[in-house]
Nanobody
Framework: QVQLVESGGGLVQPGGSLRLSCAAS????????MGWYRQAPGKQRELVAA???????NYADSVKGRFTISRDNAKNTVYLQMNSLKPEDTAVYYC????????WGQGTQVTVSS
């Protein structure tokens, strides 16, 4: 079985920074592509950033230049560094492991507000 646990969310002011973590309990973590998604109230879940098993990354246009996805295979963890946060970044952020139909964590709330 696959278990994903997100952490690091919270309340931050516009322009601030936050780092999210996703700890994966899975064998052979280094072989899987990973992603971060977010969902705001009344909106569909959207891809924020993805990182392949080989370390290639891509980002939604709305976060390019502000967010960075990374992974530490020795710790079975993927990170999302979020800088220059905006109110429109407010959402529940979910970790995704790309295997079959995909596996999801429980989500962590990020609120950007003054």
């Amino acid at each position: 079985q696959v278990q994903l646990v997100e952490s690091g969310g919270g309340l931050v002011q516009p322009g601030g920074s936050l780092r999210l973590s996703c700890a994966a309990s899975v064998r052979f973590f280094s072989t899987y592509d990973m992603g971060w998604y977010r969902q705001a109230p009344g909106k569909q879940r959207e891809l924020v950033a993805a990182i392949t098993r080989g370390g290639s990354t891509n980002y939604a246009d709305s976060v390019k230049g502000r967010f960075t996805i990374s992974r530490d295979n020795a710790k079975n963890t993927v990170y999302l560094q979020m800088n220059s946060l905006k109110p429109e970044d407010t959402a529940v952020y979910y970790c995704n492991l790309r295997l079959g139909s995909g596996y999801w964590g429980q989500g962590t709330q990020v609120t950007v507000s003054s």
